[in-house]
């Protein structure tokens, strides 16, 4: 029986090649994840293991039988956070400035989505919903500093033979 394969749905999300406002959103995985952002780090996208929330991504696991092969077939439905940090709320510049370049991630985001949403033969992103607005970093400080960005949430359908 085949196991579940996060670190390649993390890996095909790392490898999506954003530009916003003529400049290249990095991205971190949760193992290169750290405590601190510093202003030459942004825009940055960071795959979460929990949400801004802090809470834990979420896995549904769904038995469907027998496969063809006659092996056991289930259904694993992720849903993972993307959170994107634009520039800190602190730098003086309201949402009415970064309204623009929130309104952009989020198209280009979708507009990704739509040309990418399979991750892998067995694995297929099934929903996306991408927030912009005001979001803390570390999550888990409460005195943390304040970002504006977006917060995209992906359900995430994996077949495991």
């Known amino acids: 029986m085949a196991n579940s394969n996060l670190d390649t749905i993390y890996n095909a999300m790392a490898g999506w090649s954003f530009a916003v406002a003529g400049g290249d959103v990095k991205c971190r995985k949760p193992e ?3 405590k601190t952002l510093h202003s030459h780090d942004l825009p940055l996208r960071m795959l979460l293991p929990m949400d801004n929330k802090l809470e834990g991504q979420e896995a549904t696991i769904q038995t469907m039988g027998k496969a063809a092969t006659g092996g056991c077939l289930m259904v694993v439905r992720w ?3 993307d959170l994107m940090y634009w520039q800190a709320v602190a730098k ?7 309204a623009e370049r929130l309104t952009e991630y989020c198209q280009t985001y979708l507009n990704n989505y739509r040309f990418n949403h399979k991750l892998a033969d067995n694995i297929r992103i099934v ?6 607005g005001q979001y803390q970093w570390p999550l888990d400080v409460e005195a943390a500093p304040w970002y504006f ?3 995209a949430t992906l359900e995430i359908t994996e077949v495991v033979c």
């Open 149 to 151: 960005g977006a917060l």
């Open 79 to 81: 849903r993972l956070m």
């Open 32 to 34: 290169t994840l750290k």
């Open 127 to 132: 929903n996306v919903n991408v927030e912009p």
């Open 92 to 98: 003086g510049t309201g949402m009415e400035q970064a």
